[in-house]
């Protein structure tokens, strides 16, 4: 297995710069009281939650910062999965309109576990349903994900995956400038909304991925 601290070093250096990914992991980790070569998932929570504050105070463009968190997430749920998880999670696979429907059952499921109020629930299942339709209408078929965070920040993470020909003109889209006959626009802009965290990675003919969350307050 690599280097997590490398591999952490590296993706927060793409967008602040060696002295300063220094300083924002070697804070996070000391905070979040983890040891980073074997990271638990509880562990891997509340180091993402530090190291967001610190992207937060050294990223001051909100595309960088949500792109920057999408890749540590990744570098630490990677290293996270080779111990064990504490995360509940649900994978609904989307191939006809009918699983729309049950994403939204299975997310209502984990909302209410979870402990979220009636209003964060509706706005919850408003995204998931956004999700899962747009991978129906667009893609064919994919994965809607709908994982229980239980770090420091407790919340749900949703995980929208396809392979289908990805998303032309995503940054006017994520910018509300996009106005589509279609409504993809308007599922994307408007479950970003909705949301504390959502990032769009897409690549035209390959598929796009779609990753948001929401935390209790």
Do not use: W
């Not at 998880?85 to 699983?99: G, K, L, P």
């Not at 589509?180 to 991925?209: A, H, N």
């Amino acid at each position: 297995m690599a280097d997590i601290q490398q591999e952490l070093l590296q993706a927060l250096n793409s967008f602040t710069g060696v002295v300063v990914s220094q300083s924002i992991l070697q804070l996070s980790i000391r905070m979040a009281g983890v040891d980073i070569h074997n990271l638990s998932s509880d562990g891997s929570e509340r180091l993402a939650d530090c190291i967001r504050h610190g992207i937060d105070t050294f990223i001051k463009e909100p595309r960088k910062r949500e792109a920057c968190l999408l890749k540590v997430r990744r570098v630490i749920g990677s290293s996270a999965r080779h111990y064990p998880s504490e995360f509940e999670s649900e994978e609904v696979s989307i191939e006809q309109e009918s699983d729309i429907l049950h994403a939204r059952t299975v997310g209502h499921r984990l909302l209410k576990s979870l402990g979220f109020g009636l209003t964060d629930e509706v706005k919850i299942a408003t995204v998931i349903s956004e999700l899962a339709r747009n991978i129906f209408r667009y893609a064919g078929r994919g994965t809607v994900t709908l994982t229980k965070l239980k770090g420091m920040r407790r919340g749900i993470e949703i995980v929208a995956e396809d392979s289908g020909p990805g998303i032309q003109d995503l940054d006017k889209i994520m910018a509300g400038q996009y106005h589509s006959t279609s409504g993809l626009g308007i599922g994307l802009c408007g479950s970003k909304k909705l949301m504390d965290e959502f990032s769009v990675e897409t690549e035209r003919g390959k598929g796009t991925t779609v990753t948001a969350r929401k935390f209790l307050t």
